[in-house]
């Protein structure tokens, strides 16, 4: 089966500050694609980050960047000099074969004027 | 490029109607999935659409159904409505040529079933 786990509900961080939402999955596949989405209010999902299942390199998107420990099944974002506009519900999900997505439950993320 | 364009936004339907929402992908998009938001199940897919057949399935009901035409326009329909049918549904497209294209969805349709 395939499973997302997103252990932290709700996070909260202040502007300016660095923040690291978590996420663990489990998948018998060997390839895969790894995503961070945010739903803003708006309910619009919209990937914030990517990374290959195959590639070491850690993805890098500007303020963005993931720490992907493939051995560990573990994939967390990291959301440097946070904003007011990066306040919104962050969604891990993983893709395999199929041109389907697989969810974690969320963490809402806070950001602290 | 307009991005993906789902109608209505909002839809009120009581149990045991049925009801059918609109998708428009990006163009030149050919894949069209579909997902059910929801606060207690979360985030689940539904179907897949390529070039009009449907490619991939989630685990829902037969109540659950949809279609997509020679535009890549897709809709898809809920029979005999529940009230646990209530939810977001999202749509989301990729070029589909490759399983691994990044998916771009849509603001959703908010359904509430009474």
């Known amino acids: 089966a395939q499973t997302v786990t997103q252990s932290q509900p709700e996070m909260s961080v202040q502007e300016a500050e660095t923040v690291t939402l978590s996420c663990t999955y489990d998948?018998?596949?060997?390839?895969?694609?790894l995503f961070w989405y945010k739903q803003p209010p708006s309910r619009q999902m919209i990937l914030v980050i990517r990374?290959?299942?195959?590639?070491?390199q850690n993805a890098t998107e500007n303020r963005f960047s993931v720490n992907f420990q493939k051995a560990a099944k573990s994939f967390s974002l990291k959301i440097s000099d946070s904003q007011l506009g990066d306040a919104a519900m962050y969604f891990c999900a993983f893709q395999t074969g199929a041109n389907n997505l697989f969810f974690g439950t969320g963490t809402r993320l806070t950001v602290i004027p | 490029k307009a991005g993906v364009t789902q109608t209505p936004r909002y839809l009120i339907k009581t149990r045991g109607q049925q009801v059918t929402l609109s998708c428009s992908p990006i163009s030149g998009h050919r894949s069209v999935s579909w997902y059910q938001q929801t606060p207690g199940q979360g985030l689940q897919f539904l179907f897949e659409?390529?070039?009009?057949?449907?490619?991939n399935k989630g685990n829902f009901p037969g109540r659950f159904s949809g279609r997509q035409f020679s535009n890549s326009r897709s809709e898809m329909n809920v029979s005999t409505l529940e009230l646990g049918d209530s939810a977001l549904y999202l749509c989301?497209?990729?070029?589909?040529?490759?399983?691994?294209?990044?998916?771009?969805f849509g603001n959703g349709t908010r359904l509430t079933v009474t």
């Open positions: 659409y390529f070039s009009e057949t449907q490619r």
């Open positions: 989301a497209s990729s070029p589909g040529i490759s399983y691994n294209s990044p998916l771009h």
């Open positions: 990374q290959e299942a195959y590639k070491q």
């Open positions: 998948t018998s596949e060997s390839d895969y694609y």
